[in-house]
């Protein structure tokens, strides 16, 4: 019996940061909360859970979008949120800290695009 495919998945991904540089901070504030975003399609992926996307940030990427304590804060400190899209339909979201509000903590943060890359986009097999 053959194993039913699905025409397309996509991942969508917001990674928590910090802009300590940014230029239009809050009044006293040391900077602005952002959201690194990327997504990645797959076409004609077996049909199942165990479907994943992958994506890669470059480390001076992380260090730069991390407050003063340095990139090892994204381990501790910082969420990640990823939808999986089959048709243009959520089909699965996922938070990295559970503790925080998973229904859209993203959503009001500045969103920085185009540094979180595909597998394909980086030097890395």
């Given at each position: 019996m053959a194993t039913p495919f699905l025409d397309s998945v996509e991942f969508k991904i917001w990674i928590e940061g910090f802009d300590m540089l940014?230029?239009?901070?809050?009044?006293?504030?040391?900077?602005?909360?952002?959201a690194l975003t990327g997504d990645v399609t797959y076409v004609n992926?077996?049909?199942?859970?165990?479907?994943?996307?992958?994506?890669?940030?470059?480390?001076n990427t992380l260090a730069r979008y991390s407050d003063d304590k340095g990139y090892e804060q994204f381990?501790?400190?910082y969420d990640v949120?990823?939808?999986?899209y089959v048709g243009g339909a959520?089909?699965?979201?996922?938070?990295?800290?559970?503790?925080?509000?998973?229904?859209?903590?993203?959503?009001?943060l500045t969103v920085i695009p185009n540094l979180v890359y595909r597998q394909d986009q980086t030097p890395l097999p």
């Amino acid at each position: 019996m053959a194993t039913p495919f699905l025409d397309s998945v996509e991942f969508k991904i917001w990674i928590e940061g910090f802009d300590m540089l940014a230029k239009n901070p809050p009044a006293g504030a040391k900077g602005v909360s952002v959201a690194l975003t990327g997504d990645v399609t797959y076409v004609n992926v077996p049909a199942g859970r165990d479907n994943y996307g992958v994506f890669y940030v470059h480390p001076n990427t992380l260090a730069r979008y991390s407050d003063d304590k340095g990139y090892e804060q994204f381990e501790r400190k910082y969420d990640v949120h990823v939808e999986a899209y089959v048709g243009g339909a959520l089909m699965d979201e996922i938070n990295k800290n559970k503790e925080q509000d998973a229904l859209g903590w993203f959503k009001p943060l500045t969103v920085i695009p185009n540094l979180v890359y595909r597998q394909d986009q980086t030097p890395l097999p």
